[in-house]
Antibody, heavy 119, light 109 residues
């Protein structure tokens, strides 16, 4: 059974930094693009960032471009999200997910990790 | 940027049919995907590429798309279908981005 497990969430002050990780199992991770989707409290889903299977291509939502950096280590089946200059509005549950190419949908999802930005 | 609009809520009696719409400009020209999210849980893919179902998803879940509206249809609704449902497309106009709909809460009466 494919599993994605996020870690690294927590409470952080505005302007601070946090690094999220997502470890995949039972999957050839390098065969999949992967990304992060977040959900603010009581709000809908918002795409954050995507990285290609090789790691050579990255994409960001306008709301995080220049502050967040996505990366992956296929040798460790790990996806990362470095979040800098955090804002109150970045408070959300962050989900990692694998992406099926061609038509670009999210098939496997992690359980999510909560990031709370507060002073 | 591309916008997907869903009704905030849909109510349906058990055994009846629920239809959740997703409006977007010429959405019929895009591949639409649907996710179910129950409280406190991660989203689950229920329909991809407009009308295909992942393995393990009941045949009661189906999708269609025409013109400016895509529709998720849940037949013979069960109490366990109560959840939030989101549509999603991949938009390549003006930059690559994944767009989610605003979400619809399906309530089983």
């Amino acid at each position: 059974e494919v599993q994605l497990l996020e870690s690294g969430g927590g409470l952080i002050q505005p302007g601070g930094s946090l690094r999220l990780s997502c470890t995949a199992s039972a999957i050839t991770f390098s065969n999949y693009a992967a990304g992060w989707v977040r959900q603010a409290p009581e709000k809908g889903l918002e795409w954050v960032s995507t990285i290609s299977g090789s790691g050579r291509s990255t994409y960001y939502a306008d709301s995080v471009r220049g502050r967040f950096t996505i990366s992956r280590d296929n040798s460790r089946n790990t996806l990362n999200l470095q979040m800098n200059s955090l804002r109150l509005e970045d408070t959300a549950v962050y989900y990692c997910a694998t992406i099926v190419g061609a038509t670009e949908y999210f098939d496997y999802w992690g359980q999510g990790t909560l990031v709370t930005v507060s002073s | 940027s591309y916008v997907l609009t869903q009704p905030p809520s849909v109510s349906v009696a058990p055994g009846q049919t629920a239809r959740v719409t997703c409006g977007g400009d010429n959405i019929e020209n895009k591949d639409v995907h649907w996710y179910q999210q129950k409280p406190g849980q991660a989203p689950v893919l229920v329909v991809f590429d407009d009308s295909d179902r992942p393995s393990g998803i009941p045949e009661r879940f189906s999708g269609s798309s025409s013109g400016n509206t895509a529709t998720l249809t849940i037949s013979r609704v069960e109490a366990g279908d109560e959840a939030d449902y989101y549509c999603q497309v991949w938009d390549t106009i003006g930059g690559l981005r994944y767009v989610f709909g605003t979400g619809t809460k399906v309530t089983v009466l």
